[in-house]
């Protein structure tokens, strides 16, 4: 069973920058994911990295704002967010897709252990 803790979440004003964490128990073959979900709305993909390599891939709404990466030394995935904006005020939850059958995607349905979510508010 794979556990993931998300941390990092906060406050921050339009332009600012926050970086989300997430501590997991392994994920050494998998594919690991940050989405995100307002009050309404689907979950939606946000980034998502092979933990065996290869470029990440970004949603348009966020790409070249935010950065996903692993350290393997301490078993985390981070999301490093800049540019923030209000429309990325959300829930965001960490995934893991320890299977991959479709490679890493960005679809809420591939992926099978979550966190629990930490909330990410951007005031203009």
């Known amino acids: 069973q794979v556990q993931l803790l998300e941390s990092g979440g906060g406050s921050v004003q339009a332009g600012g920058s926050l970086r989300l964490s997430c501590t997991t128990s392994?994920?050494?073959?998998?594919?690991m994911a940050w989405f995100r979900q307002t009050s309404g709305k689907a979950r939606e993909g946000v980034a998502t990295i092979n933990a065996l390599g290869g470029s990440p891939v970004y949603a348009s709404s966020v790409k070249g704002r935010f950065t996903i990466s692993l350290d393997n030394a301490k078993n985390t995935l981070y999301l490093q967010m800049n540019s923030l904006k209000p429309e990325d005020t959300a829930m965001y939850y960490c995934?893991?897709?320890?299977?991959?059958?479709?490679?890493?995607?960005?679809?809420?349905?591939?992926?099978?252990?979550w966190g629990q979510g930490t909330q990410v508010t951007v005031s203009s």
């Open positions: 995934a893991a897709d320890p299977l991959a059958r479709r490679g890493c995607t960005l679809d809420m349905n591939d992926y099978n252990y």
């Open positions: 392994e994920y050494d073959r998998y594919c």
